[in-house]
């Protein structure tokens, strides 16, 4: 079982940008690997729409992203364009970030990213709506498991405060968002001023 | 490995409200169970006086929360009497929802729910901020692992999502929340007014 603070699996997979060894690829940034059940529905497009939106944001921050599902890449090809049509991106452009094809679900498995609940045309299990964080070090930071039914919030980006929080270093509160202030203490102890800053945001 | 669809592992545990056996407690309900790294600590303090609040809207939607932690019962009894203070409610209640003690990591590792790059002063794994959401036939069917750093937003409850979803059935659009009214049209198939409905929202 994968857990916060392991080192994070090295894999090699097919992907819209060919085979990416993904140590290499990941290099010395921040990765996002996030997984949609299934190539041209409604809420899944609307997601990577959203994270395609978001490209400027995470390169800013040094962070890459990339997709995964059980769709071939020639699926995933044809359906950037919508992807592109729906965020008012152009369509001839490149794609900015790569989908993996894990039709076999060998990576979704290992990884723990299939949803049991969800099937395909065939019975086999499709992936969750994933979303997992690897530091530059290649360490296994943070994780959320949405099932299909339930679309993600890109927009609370915790990969912001994760790095924030190693760097400074200083914590995120509760209900945190990026334009929020971090708290300061993360030591244990009495309530110290810590909480009074998040109960004032 | 835990998936999503999995049978969520059955445990006995020693909690605030004495032996908790996880499956009878939870009994017809949903069940939220959420981690946190250590008691007395400011965005702990924070998130559970949240979760307090929230507990009359969790019984509206039939669900039941339960906390964990390493931390000893003793020490969660005490604490508790701080978040009620925080929170703004009476602290001579009796607190509403348990909080497992879960000393020698047995259920944290055995759930996944550890965080290897947080230690106690022995040099021992804390528990990461976790939320598994597990239904009333007991599958998992949700979870969330932030690390110590970063305080997770209790507000966007992905339960009710999920929840509804499985009795419309619906699913809930990018950036749902609460109030927000689901898509109705979860099939595959050309881009159709369901991605048209979470546009506009």
């Avoid at 990577?48 to 944001?57: D, F, N």
């Avoid at 190693?166 to 110290?192: E, F, Q, T």
Wanted: aromatic share 10%.
């Amino acid at each position: 079982m994968l857990h916060l603070g392991d080192v994070f699996p090295k894999f090699t997979a097919d992907t819209t940008q060919g085979e990416i060894n993904f140590y290499e690829w990941l290099d010395e940034s921040w990765g996002i690997l996030f997984s949609h059940p299934s190539d041209f529905t409604p809420v899944c497009t609307t997601e990577l729409a959203r994270v395609l939106t978001l490209v400027p944001e995470f390169k800013k921050r040094n962070v890459k992203v990339i997709g995964l599902s059980c769709d071939t890449v020639e699926s995933h090809n044809d359906w950037c364009k919508d992807i592109q049509c729906y965020a008012g991106c152009n369509e001839n452009e490149p794609f900015p970030y790569p989908i993996i094809e894990d039709k076999a679900r060998n990576l979704a498995v290992k990884l723990g990213m299939v949803d049991k609940d969800e099937l395909d045309s065939s019975g086999i299990p499709l992936t969750a709506r994933a979303v997992y964080i690897i530091d530059p070090k290649k360490k296994f930071r943070l994780s959320i498991l949405y099932p299909a039914t339930t679309g993600r919030n890109f927009e609370s980006n915790p990969i912001i405060a994760t790095d924030q929080a190693k760097v400074r270093p200083s914590w995120a509160p509760l209900n945190w968002n990026a334009k929020r202030v971090m708290s300061d203490s993360p030591s244990r102890g009495p309530l110290s001023g810590a909480l009074e800053t998040s109960h004032s945001m």
